[in-house]
């Protein structure tokens, strides 16, 4: 059974870090476009970044750029997301997904992760 699972994540004071991992059972990521994805309370889920199969492109949403590192390690069949500066606005519940397309957008991915939240509070 496919699969990605999701670990990291949790609470953090503003202007802290923290990693989210991604890691796929059943299928390997050589082939597959990743990203991370977040949707807070009554927000659609958004695409925040995109990383190509072999890692030589990424893509990051103007909110997230300068703050956010995604990374994988297809040795590990494993993906991540580095979250530094953390905003009260970053606040949501995170998502990897795996698509055979480089950074198409939310209809184009094939799998995702079980979701993780992070919350950003003093």
């Known amino acids: 059974q496919p699969q990605l699972v999701q670990s990291g994540g949790g609470m953090v004071q503003p202007g802290g870090s923290l990693r989210l991992s991604c890691e796929a059972s059943g299928f390997t990521l050589d082939w597959y476009g990743m990203a991370w994805f977040r949707q807070a309370p009554g927000k659609e889920r958004e695409e925040i970044s995109c990383i190509s199969s072999r890692g030589g492109n990424t893509h990051y949403d103007d909110s997230v750029a300068g703050r956010f590192t995604i990374s994988r390690d297809n040795a590990k069949n494993a993906v991540y997301l580095q979250m530094s500066s953390l905003k009260p606005e970053d606040t949501a519940i995170y998502f990897c997904?795996?698509?055979?397309?480089?950074?198409?957008?939310?209809?184009?991915?094939?799998?995702w992760g079980q979701g993780t939240q992070v919350t950003v509070s003093s």
């Open positions: 997904a795996a698509s055979r397309f480089y950074c198409r957008g939310f209809n184009t991915y094939d799998y």
